[in-house]
């Protein structure tokens, strides 16, 4: 899964970078705290240093980095508060948008798209990967709503998310259960069953929060 598209890049090498750094994010290979080395990456991609500050710049924009003036730039940590924020409006936004979906059992793509998701969840072994993944499942949840509003205002949270999401899927056991919920979600839509849908959707957050906090706090 790709990010960083939306950037009007000349240099390719910029996006390349940032997706690196935004996995090692999220692998937790980098930690809140942890100094973006300019140099290191600088070596790493054979190149200058000018697409590494441009990778930089794309994720302090985007919330993941924080760069501090004559010091460099760093991982941003969140504190429990940002992180139950954070995960209140992703679930507001779900719930809001699942107020407005109707007959979903007869959104066939969209099914498709979740059936086919869930089934690259079940092979998945890789962390990160599963993270991207189920970002994207429960941003086609938001499309069944069929609100451009509401999908622009979750893609616009979509990096923290994922970082929130990395430390709530660092424990294997937090990963098969996302895979039963995520089976239920896609159940509960085919079958038209919008209030067990609702609610299994309050309890998947609570579940990050939950985790998230034990993880970290």
């Known amino acids: 899964m790709e990010f960083f598209l ?8 910029s996006r390349i970078v940032a997706e690196k750094i935004l996995e090692q994010i999220l692998n937790g290979e980098l930690k809140p705290g942890d100094k973006i080395v300019e140099g290191a990456y600088a070596e790493m991609f054979s190149t200058s240093r000018s697409p590494i500050r441009e990778a930089i710049y794309m994720l302090a924009t985007e919330g993941l980095l924080e760069r501090i003036p004559r010091k460099g730039a760093f ?7 940002e992180i139950q924020d954070l995960l209140d409006i992703r679930n507001n936004i779900e719930l809001l948008s ?10 066939k793509d969209l099914l498709a798209e ?5 089934r690259d969840m ?3 072994t890789n962390q990160t990967q599963y993270v991207q993944l189920n970002y994207a499942y429960h941003y086609t949840i938001i499309k069944f709503s069929e ?13 923290p998310l994922l970082r929130i999401q990395g430390i709530h899927f660092s424990q294997a056991e937090t990963i098969e259960k996302s895979k039963e919920e995520h089976r239920k ?3 509960y839509l085919k079958a038209n069953q919008m209030d067990e849908f609702i609610e299994l959707l309050r309890h998947h957050t609570e579940n990050v929060i939950f985790n998230v906090s034990k993880t970290l706090f």
């Not at 991982?75 to 508060?81: E, I, P, Q």
């Open 185 to 187: 979600i896609y159940e």
């Open 75 to 81: 991982v941003k940590g969140y504190t429990l508060s």
């Open 114 to 118: 979740l059936k086919s998701m869930l």
């Open 98 to 107: 699942a107020k407005r979906i109707h007959e979903p059992h007869k959104k």
């Open 147 to 159: 609100s451009s509003v509401l999908e622009g205002v979750y893609s616009k949270i979509s990096f």
């Open 122 to 124: 079940e092979k998945c």
């Open 6 to 13: 939306n950037y009007p890049l000349d240099n390719a090498l």
